[in-house]
């Protein structure tokens, strides 16, 4: 399985419109059912109020002949000229709901009432229990709705099988072919007759998009890949001349009594040469630790066990400069004699950018550095990080209103502490705290 597999369980979108398909079957099934079933008690309760109104005129026809009402023609009616003459049964309900015409009596019997005359009231009863055609049956009438719902049901779901298959095997398609590439070839893989393979329909949309959008993200590699190869060969090229010019220098010096002369004085030629060595040296260092981060973020570097404090003792040394003239202490714990499991050149890259924001913005009181925890911690006593850019202090680009730089140097930090697995944070109150905790 693909690395880039969430560990969520997978739900297959073929199988979620089949569900979706037969539990749509199944509710419309049991609406038309209930329709059914209340169509049958209307026909049913209608026919025999049609043969009730029959009746009815019939006597009344009579009456008017006769001024008499004469007896119903059916042997399951009669008339009933009061409403306490009706049935014990069904007498109380009658009398204490007049708009009501259907009646369940004792014994199964069932009876229909029907006003004939108004003023004075006429009605006709008429017990219908032998007349009933669906109440009988019910029981068989639900038994055949669900068979049939679920035969439906079933004759819908093979149905909505063959239609999600022929639906989204485009994209299907086009999930295996992304899915059989490593995440780390997508943009290389996919040539310009990949979208070509879809129609023109939904899924032909996404593939072209997703087409363009990796066909840009591979020029902009590409791009990255030949600046990256550039700005090696280009940034080697003169800091080796520095140091051979340096180291050639310092051989034609060897021996000579100016050498000694210009090594005794403080801040003469020789001290200045070998100054301007070592910061080629680190250079030459932090331009391949740069690469490395710019080539791939996730190459893995060998780790070797460093001590810290020489590390942390170099990092001072080499941005001591930014300190002149400023009434600032520098407060170097001695919980950092330590060791710790990370490639020597990256850590000084990490220290250099760190300790140079933390000397550079204090003016005056003190840069603490301590080790706790595993966990390096810097403090300074500085204006601090504003609040509008203390969210995004960490993304490229970002600085403070009195920076006289580019906003790289966290943003730098950021990458190389992902790249290695550490943890950063940055809090500011009173001054700037920056920790960073190391992987064990």
Known sequence: MSARHNKAKFHSLSRRIVLQFCVFTLVISAVYGLIAFVLM???????????????????????????????????SMQLHFSRDTLPAEIRNKALAEPERIEFFGQQGLHYHLY????????????????????????????QFLVISALIVSCIACLIAWFVSRKTTRPLKQLAALVDSVPSQQLPQRFSNQFASQFANDEVGILARTLQQSLTGIASALQREKSFTADVSHELRTP?????????????????????????????GEQQLMTRIYDAAVQMEKTVQTLLILAREEHTAVKHNSTALM???????????????SKPVTVQLCDSCQVNINANADMLKVLLDNLLSNAFKYTEAGEVSIAFNANCLLIRD??????????????????????????????????????????????????GTTVSVCFAT
């Open 310 to 324: 020489p590390q942390l003792e170099r990092a001072i040394l080499d941005n001591s400069l930014l300190l002149q």
């Open 41 to 75: 008690y209307t026909l049913e309760d209608s026919f025999i109020e049609q043969q009730l109104q029959q009746e009815a005129a019939y006597l009344s026809r009579q009456y008017q002949q006769t001024s008499r009402w004469p007896a119903p023609r059916s042997n």
């Open 115 to 142: 006003r004939v005359s108004a003023q004075p009231e006429v009605l006709l009863l008429a017990e219908v229990s032998q007349q009933l055609l669906v109440r009988p049956i019910r029981g068989g009438v639900l």
């Open 239 to 267: 800091l080796a001349v520095i140091k051979n010019a340096v180291e050639l220098w310092q051989s034609q010096q060897t021996g000579s009594k100016a050498a000694a002369q210009l090594q005794a004085a403080p801040g």
């Open 381 to 430: 006593t500085g204006p601090g990080i504003a609040a509008d850019i203390y969210p995004h202090i960490t993304e490229a680009g970002v600085k403070g209103r009195h920076s006289t730089g580019f906003g790289f140097g966290l943003a730098i930090v950021k990458r190389l502490c992902e790249h290695q697995g550490w943890q950063m944070s940055v809090s500011s109150d009173q």
